[in-house]
């Protein structure tokens, strides 16, 4: 079987395509749901505010939607949104959506998740979903903390920081999302800040327009528990928010690897973009090959078919 | 059984034929000797012949070789078990011979491999010995690169020869097996039967004939049950799949991902065990009830996710092939220990159906029926089988395959409202909408592991929470109610009653029979429901003076072992008592009869 396929890059079929002919888009009303039990000035507001802009200017209709989490603050998230969502268990938010985009082309699938859960309980589903290059993007929100049970150390949180796990100071070394993403394969790699809506938005809508698995990481400030994390980066707090080079190439895995491991707070932008062919269009590619020999026959008659073998 | 197999050889020494309406052969070797393919062609041959079979097998959990074993049972009559004791022993090495003449009727023929085999004096008088340098002769026909290879083929060719076995169909199966491959292998294969069908060797002093099979014209087909399971799996629509390989399910994961393609469908190789259970349900949760599957330690680590299915009221199908626990345990034994992980694992109150089919054909059907359960209650529901029904090998009666197919692909015509978790529905029993659907009120689901309104929102009342863990129980009561009593096997009153679940309904059958024709009042039920259990259960109950469960588990802290333990829980009734063991093997018909004769004496 093997030997049928081809190793040419090609495109997930039956992707969702935007709305388009006499239904309108929907309007931010139409995408609200519950209000948002984060805390005042958390930074997932602007993140969740942004992809109800990113539904509306791409036109997506409820329907198509999947929204889909882990657990923590971040993973709060499908609630408030209307359109079809699943709140899944701590870290396996993405085969949870695997399971959705790989039996679901016509979906768009989005996961949100935190630094808690993608990076720390869901470690292991980060690098296979992104090396199988599993159509989905993926925001996770980093607030560098545990924050929905209230500042433990997490797997982001710098050198020295003081939480209640680590009360003299962080000893683990952080993991550096961009670079794991880039190192384990994934196809789209982009970090954003929710302190730059704009940016946001259009990494955003990179991301969904990306075939593949695309990854933003979106640095989301805890206010409540790690409180000024991202000042470094936020303009109007006396930071840079530096954008990736314009002469950046997105497809030179090394130069983006680079780019990656600069001092926090880095560069922000796409950092690494490869055509490779998504696991959804390979699995197509089976069965395409598969059923190209039963053509014509219905199910029963396929497995007729075999069990006239098993006489 | 076969008594004139055991009988003494006739005087004079002139071959004579004997009848025989079954036999046992085991045949014993390592585990690349491909005894299991000898066993394999013997039970397509009598599936092929309106006969009926049951293997059995034993494997080691070592990475490459190591003592192995597959006994199969072949009769022109009913066919419960794989056999208590062989009537033919086959044994390529010393060790072989020495393990398993125990395993042997007394006056039964001990086929042995005499370039490897030295036979004890001692046990020359209990045991028909027949010594053939089967290695040798079958370098000698088949070249001498051979080497081991070739020997279990030569092998097969002694016994075609003395049970009188059909030659043509055997020499069929022979070309669908090395079909496609080097035309020399099916070659090799053909000179290697045939040398061994020729050879008539001065010691074997009798041939058998199997007598012909009471059913005729029955289309029959012959797979074990982790291929039962699989094929019933795509016959009731499922077309995604999500697993990890574990001993013994991978052949089921295996088959799937092989086969999905043909249909359409999907299986998927995951990163471990969590997240093959959360890719099921991202697929089930998406469009239609997915199928995920495990054994042992795999199924623990499952059990979060499925909890969240119950919660979210989400279908599953989930395939637990037991082995021996706990943790990695016996994992090439058979153990039915998981029965309460099935019906209680995970935390919180977490209602689950729990199925548990009975033998190769019932593990088809019983696939079609959970996934019709997962979908009409909207919950996870539990498949278990074990390493015994696994790698068992059954002929049975071709299924009506354009009858038994369904066609589940997803409905997704817009709805007026949707509430995913009703609590006025009926019996508390609801469905999802899937994704893609439009949902005109403009309200749209979400599918949830915190305790939620009847949108799927999360609500912290007491008073929902009260009522949502009603619901989900409700569901599973009404599904209780509509289960059909299992029928009982020998009369309904009496002084034993034996009960039982999954692979061990062969034994325990073929115990009532021989308890009964002994004068013992026995009888029997199955349960196939495990959880719910059927309602009435306690009126067959009060038949009789004793009801003993008969299962593959330790008797636990209290002495019922775990199906026990339920049925104490549900009846209160102090008459039911456990019947339990756990020494990795299939239970004997004689350790029943043994078992229920001590405890129905005190």
Same mark, same amino acid.
């Given at each position: 079987m093997s030997q049928t396929l081809t190793e040419n890059p090609v495109v997930t079929i039956n992707a969702p395509q935007p709305a388009t002919g006499e239904r309108p888009g929907l309007t931010r009303k139409e995408i609200v749901a519950d209000h948002p039990t984060w805390c005042p000035g958390c930074g997932d507001f602007s993140v969740l505010a942004l992809y109800f802009k990113l539904i509306e200017k791409r036109k997506l209709w409820h329907e198509k939607i999947t929204t889909i989490s882990g657990i923590g603050c971040s993973s709060r998230f499908p609630y408030f949104v209307q359109a079809h969502g699943a709140h899944f268990i701590h870290g396996r938010a993405l085969p949870f959506a695997s399971g959705v985009s790989l039996s679901r082309p016509d979906l768009h699938v989005f $996961?949100?998740?935190?630094?808690?859960?993608?990076?720390?309980?869901?470690?292991?589903?980060?690098?296979?979903? $992104?090396?199988?290059?599993?159509?989905?993007?993926?925001?996770?929100?980093?607030?560098?903390?545990?924050?929905?049970?209230?500042?433990?150390?997490? &797997?982001?949180? &710098?050198?020295?920081?003081?939480?209640?796990?680590?009360?003299?100071? $962080?000893?683990?070394? &952080?993991i550096n999302p961009a670079k794991q993403a880039i190192a384990v394969g994934a196809s789209f790699v982009a970090r954003t800040s929710a302190s730059n809506p704009n940016h946001v938005l259009a990494t955003m809508e990179a991301a969904m327009d990306h075939d593949g698995f695309s990854f933003v990481h979106c640095l989301s400030e805890c206010v409540e528990f790690y409180e000024g994390a991202f000042d470094s980066a936020n303009p109007r707090k006396g930071g840079v928010f530096n954008e990736v080079p314009k002469n950046h190439d997105v497809t030179d895995e090394m130069a983006a690897y680079k780019l990656a491991s600069a001092d926090f707070p880095g560069n922000f932008g796409v950092l690494y973009k490869v055509n490779k062919p998504t696991k959804n269009a390979k699995e197509a590619e089976i069965n395409a090959s598969f059923q190209s020999k039963f053509t014509g026959l219905k199910d029963w008659q396929i497995l007729q078919k075999t069990f006239d073998k098993m006489k | 059984m076969s008594d004139t197999l055991t009988g003494a050889p006739t005087a004079g020494g002139a071959k004579k034929v004997s009848r025989i309406n079954e036999v046992v052969i085991r045949i014993a070797g390592n585990s690349q000797d491909g005894i299991q393919a000898i066993g394999g062609f013997l039970a397509r041959l009598a599936g092929r012949s309106e006969q009926e079979v049951m293997t059995f097998m034993t494997i080691p959990s070592t990475i490459s070789g190591g003592p192995s074993i597959f006994q199969v049972r072949i009769g022109s009559g009913e066919v419960l078990t794989a056999g208590d004791d062989a009537d033919v022993l086959l044994a390529f090495y010393q060790h072989s011979y020495e393990g398993h003449i125990n395993s042997l009727k007394k006056k039964g023929i001990v086929l042995y491999d005499s370039d490897h085999v030295v036979p004890k004096p001692e046990w020359e008088g209990d045991y028909r010995h027949v010594g053939i340098p089967i290695s040798s002769l079958t370098v000698e026909a088949i070249g001498g690169t051979a080497k081991d290879k070739g020997k279990n083929i030569y092998s097969l060719g002694l016994i075609a020869k003395m049970f009188d076995l059909n030659v043509p169909k055997l020499e069929k199966l022979l070309g669908e097996r090395f079909t496609g491959k080097d035309p020399s292998i099916l070659n090799n294969a053909l000179a290697a039967f045939h040398a061994g069908y020729a050879n008539s060797p001065s010691n074997l002093l009798e041939t058998f004939q199997l007598a012909d099979s009471q059913k005729h014209g029955v289309q029959q087909v012959v797979m074990n049950g982790n291929e039962a399971i699989g094929y019933g799996l795509i016959a009731a629509g499922v077309r995604f799949g999500a697993g990890y390989p574990i001993t013994p399910w991978t052949d089921i994961m295996e088959l799937l991902r092989r086969e999905l393609p043909k249909y359409g469908g999907s299986f998927i190789q995951c990163e471990d065990e969590i997240a093959s259970v959360s890719m099921a349900l991202g697929a089930s949760f998406a469009g239609r009830v997915s199928v995920t599957g495990s054994s042992g330690p795999g199924i623990a680590l499952k059990t979060e996710a499925i909890g969240w299915a119950v919660m979210a009221e989400m279908p599953l199908v989930v395939i637990n092939v037991q082995r021996g626990g706990p943790s990695t345990g016996m994992p090439t034994n058979i153990e039915q220990s998981d029965l309460n992980i099935a019906i209680n694992g995970g935390h919180g109150d977490a209602p689950r159906v729990v199925l548990a089919p009975a033998n190769v054909e019932d593990c088809f059907y019983m696939a079609i029926e959970a996934v019709n359960i997962a979908r009409k209650y909207s919950t996870p529901v539990f498949f278990l089988t074990d390493q015994g029904i696994a790698t068992r090998i059954e002929a049975f009666g071709q299924p009506d395959l354009e009858k038994v197919c369904q066609d589940i692909t997803p409905d997704f015509t817009p709805v007026a409202t949707?509430?995913?978790?009703?609590?006025?529905?009926?019996?508390?029993?609801?469905?999802?909408?899937?994704?893609?659907?439009?949902?005109l009120d403009g309200k749209y689901p979400i599918a949830t592991g915190l305790e939620h309104d009847e949108y799927g929102h999360p609500s912290g009342s007491p008073k929902v929470h009260m009522l949502q863990n009603a619901k989900?129980?409700?569901?599973?009561?009404?599904?209780?109610?509509?289960?059909?009593?299992?029928?009982?096997?020998?009369?309904?009153e009496g002084n034993v009653l034996l009960v039982g679940w999954g692979s061990t309904e062969g034994p325990i059958k073929e115990a009532v029979d021989r308890s009964r024709a002994a004068g013992d009042s026995v009888s029997a039920i199955h349960l196939r429901h495990v959880n719910p259990l059927p309602n009435g259960l306690e009126n067959i109950f009060s038949g009789f003076n004793h009801v003993f469960v008969v299962e593959m588990n330790d008797e636990g802290l209290y002495g019922y072992g775990q199906l026990g333990a339920v049925l104490r829980a549900r009846y209160c009734d102090p008459k039911i008592q456990g019947i339990n063991k756990t020494d990795g093997l299939t239970w004997k018909v004689k350790e029943i009869i043994e078992l229920v004769k001590n405890k129905a004496r005190k």
């Open positions: $996961a949100f998740s935190g630094d808690g859960d993608a990076f720390s309980i869901g470690g292991n589903h980060f690098t296979h979903t $992104a090396r199988k290059n599993i159509k989905m993007t993926l925001v996770v929100m980093d607030n560098q903390v545990y924050g929905l049970t209230k500042k433990q150390t997490s &797997p982001t949180s &710098p050198l020295g920081f003081k939480s209640k796990t680590d009360i003299w100071g $962080a000893v683990d070394y &952080p | 949707h509430k995913p978790y009703d609590l006025a529905a009926k019996d508390g029993v609801t469905q999802h909408v899937k994704p893609g659907t439009r949902i989900r129980r409700k569901k599973l009561q009404a599904l209780g109610a509509t289960l059909p009593l299992p029928k009982i096997y020998g009369p309904s």
